[in-house]
């Protein structure tokens, strides 16, 4: 089983920036994938940036050139620096992580709780 922590959320003005960061830990022989997601009110989850182990990213066509996600291997870390915020990057941003049990195994999705943005003056 996987857990993971999140944090980093909060209250911000627009044009200015968080850092949000997820830990997994647990019993697992690798993470895969990881991303944040999130979540405004009445909308859909939506991606928002992932990065793979070999550390190749892919990002939302809304946060590009703004958001840059990282991530640490070895600490099982993933994090989301966000710049130049705007009121609608309100959200809960979720963590998310693809992980092995084993190798050769299956492929599992694991979901963070979520942790709040809020964007505004």
């Known amino acids: 089983q996987v857990q993971l922590v999140e944090s980093g959320g909060g209250l911000v003005q627009p044009g200015g920036s968080l850092r949000l960061s997820c830990a997994a830990s647990?019993?697992?022989?690798?993470?895969?994938?990881m991303g944040w997601y999130r979540q405004a009110p009445g909308k859909q989850r939506e991606l928002v940036a992932t990065?793979?182990?070999?550390?190749?990213?892919n990002y939302a066509d809304s946060v590009k050139d703004r958001f840059t996600i990282s991530r640490d291997n070895a600490k099982s870390t993933v994090a989301l620096q966000m710049n130049s915020l705007k009121p609608e990057d309100t959200a809960v941003y979720y963590c998310?992580?693809?992980?092995?049990?084993?190798?050769?195994?299956?492929?599992?999705?694991?979901w963070g709780g979520g942790t709040q943005v809020t964007v505004s003056s």
């Open positions: 647990g019993s697992f022989f690798s993470v895969n994938v």
């Open positions: 998310q992580v693809q992980y092995q049990r084993r190798i050769f195994g299956p492929v599992y999705d694991y």
């Open positions: 990065i793979t182990s070999s550390g190749s990213t």
